[in-house]
């Protein structure tokens, strides 16, 4: 997926000046930076929700020229906020997903979806008497069953996250990448936008670094993920990979995997 | 493992509901042809005609002519009123959206009024033309007319704001009630009778060239509304996310909006104000099956219809041998029903 020479205004203040960016399917591509850099509104311009100007491509075709229906089968968008009106039950917004897309025959598929983001046993329940981290899990089931499968016709399909982890607590944070990793492993390409900068250097394959509208950096998280680079965009001092000062206790998700 | 197997899966239920709700439609159907002032029996009307005896000439006409058409009549009108107020609060995402709020019934009315008051002005020719059905013409251009104007105003670059359009319909509602009350002024004695008699809504004076008039309008709508049915469930996770499950979401809400316009307006034409029935159908059959417009839409065109006879009876029998009009009986149980189930299912509304 490719987006080339954006430009979008909300009002009347431009928002994205100029941005381009690459993401490869196989891979997790994460967008981070300050509040208001626009990433959001990258990743809206990108799903077609607001005009802008310049072009978007998936799978090399120009997106705004394809029918809602055919973005549905390729690519499926997680939103940040979601309440749903009227009171639909978990499985009824889960299988929302199901009508779009090649997957529509399995009946079993939204509880697969469902155990995957650790919320089996909840199809019963009333999504909006869900907490906020659930809200979010139940969403991104959704949104995994309209793209069960990473690939269809030899073609990788995509995941658009909007902060997929916002609402988590840590061992949900784990569960969602973990999910959403193994999806770009097995050939389909994510792009999320993200807010934690230590999941971002842990799971991210490519990471475009965004500030006032324009892409600071982007790579590799060992060489966009740098003090330099982050002091640059955050506008304050951000060491990485130093350890805390004696005595403060500090995490780091990155030692996940070494033995404890 | 399919949601059956767990016993939570609403589908089936409100297929179950669908059945009983037919059933139920026609029971009431039934009960109503055979409920009146006049003691014609239907048994008795069957037992004649299966038997090959001719009806008597009395029982001909009150069957016939007097309570077929208004069954028919109850049932559009029912269903029509029914179905626009589930669209229409799939279309804003709101529990309490309806024809009535956005303006479709207060543009009918004032145009139904106007014809009213101010018909006499119009041209001999025009009005040999549209003779008795005058009102119930205006009533419906009025409410055409008011859901495009609402729609223009409401619709920038392609795209409806929902906000905007619910604030239109409250500004139109209230120009409309302040123009309604001019002519309430200019009215004379008779036309006062008239138009008020025309606001409290009635299906008294249904006739065959009403039925005929409203059927074909009103069945069109009905027959287009469950194509609307996944467009609106998408609508509900809100419009960008609509968009992203596939749906075509512009082209859904002016569906919506025409078919609301052409079954409210042809409804309202033919029996007058009659409020409610599109608020608490739909909430009712929310609460029992769960708001999946794909069997909310059928489920609530049978309930409607169901309730508006129930409602007719009503009105025909508390002051027999006069009628009692429609809405008022509709409002009476609509009203109480509606506030008791914001009183205690609020949290579930989605409000």
Not at chain 1, 32 to 53: D, H, Q
Not at chain 2, 287 to 315: E, V
Request: glycine residues 10%.
């Amino acid at each position: 997926m490719e987006a080339l020479n954006i430009t979008a205004s909300l009002g009347r203040r431009q928002i994205l000046q100029g941005v381009s960016a690459i993401a490869n399917p196989g891979e997790l591509t994460a967008i981070a930076g300050p509040n208001g850099c626009g990433k959001s509104t990258l990743l809206r311009c990108v799903t077609g929700e607001i005009p802008y100007s310049g072009e978007v491509r998936l799978n090399g075709m120009n997106v705004a020229k394809q029918t809602p229906w055919k973005l549905a089968a390729l690519r499926a968008v997680q939103p940040q906020t979601a309440e749903v009106a009227f009171p639909f039950t978990v499985l009824e917004i889960v299988r929302l997903g199901l009508s779009a897309g090649l997957s529509a025959a399995s009946s079993t598929l939204p509880f697969q979806a469902l155990e995957a983001v650790d919320l089996a046993g909840f199809a019963g329940r009333f999504y909006q008497d869900l907490s906020g981290g659930k809200k979010q899990r139940v969403q991104l089931a959704r949104v995994l069953v309209q793209v069960w499968q990473p690939m269809a016709h030899g073609k990788p399909r995509w995941l658009i996250l909007d902060e997929p982890v916002s609402a988590l607590d840590i061992g949900h944070q784990y569960t969602v990448m973990d999910l959403v990793k193994d999806y770009a492993r097995r050939g389909g390409g994510v792009v999320a936008v993200m807010h934690d900068l230590n999941l971002t250097a842990m799971y991210a394959d490519q990471v475009v670094l965004m500030q006032a509208g324009r892409v600071l950096a982007d790579g590799p998280p060992q060489e966009v993920l740098t003090a330099e680079n982050l002091s640059t965009a955050y506008n304050c001092r951000v060491p990485v990979s130093a350890p805390a000062p004696a005595g403060l206790p500090y995490l780091l998700p990155q030692a996940r995997g070494t033995a404890a | 493992m399919t949601g059956a197997a767990h016993g939570f899966d609403r589908r089936a239920r409100a297929r179950r509901l669908t059945v009983l709700l037919a059933l139920l439609l026609m029971v009431m159907s039934v009960a109503s042809l055979g409920w009146g002032a006049a003691g014609t029996s239907v048994w008795g009307a069957v037992a004649d005609l299966a038997a090959g005896r001719a009806l008597s000439p009395l029982d001909r006409l009150v069957l016939f002519d007097i309570r077929l058409p208004r069954l028919f009549l109850c049932i559009l009108v029912g269903a029509a009123l029914a179905v626009s107020g589930a669209l229409m609060q799939g279309l804003f995402r709101n529990p309490l959206a309806d024809p009535g709020i956005v303006g479709v019934s207060a543009g009918a009315s004032l145009a139904a009024i106007t014809a009213i008051v101010l018909g006499g002005l119009l041209p001999a020719t025009v009005l040999s033309f549209a003779g008795d059905y005058l009102v119930a013409i205006a009533a419906f251009l009025g409410g055409w007319a008011s859901t495009l104007l609402l729609y223009r105003v409401a619709t920038r670059g392609g795209q409806t704001s929902v906000a905007t359009m619910l604030l239109a319909g409250i500004a139109l509602t209230a120009l409309a009630m302040a123009l309604v009350g001019v002519l309430t002024y200019l009215a004379d004695d008779r036309q006062l009778r008239d138009l008020t008699f025309w606001q409290m809504g009635s299906l008294a004076g249904a006739t065959w060239p009403k039925v005929l008039a409203a059927a074909p309008i009103i069945l069109t709508a009905l027959a287009a509304a469950p194509l609307l049915a996944r467009g609106l469930n998408g609508l509900a996770l809100g419009e960008a996310a609509a968009g992203h499950i596939g749906i075509p979401v512009q082209r859904v809400k002016n569906m919506a909006i025409l078919t609301v316009a052409a079954a409210t307006g042809a409804a309202v034409a033919v029996s007058g104000g009659i409020g409610f029935v599109g608020i608490v159908v739909p909430h009712v059959l929310r609460l029992a099956s769960g708001p999946d417009h794909h069997t909310l839409l059928p489920n609530a065109a049978l309930l409607g219809a169901s309730l508006l006879l129930a409602a007719d009876m009503i009105a025909r029998t508390v002051l027999a041998p006069a009628e009692l009009p429609i809405g008022i009986v509709t409002a009476i149980l609509g009203a109480p029903v509606f506030l008791w189930i914001l009183l205690r299912r609020h949290g579930a509304m989605g409000m």
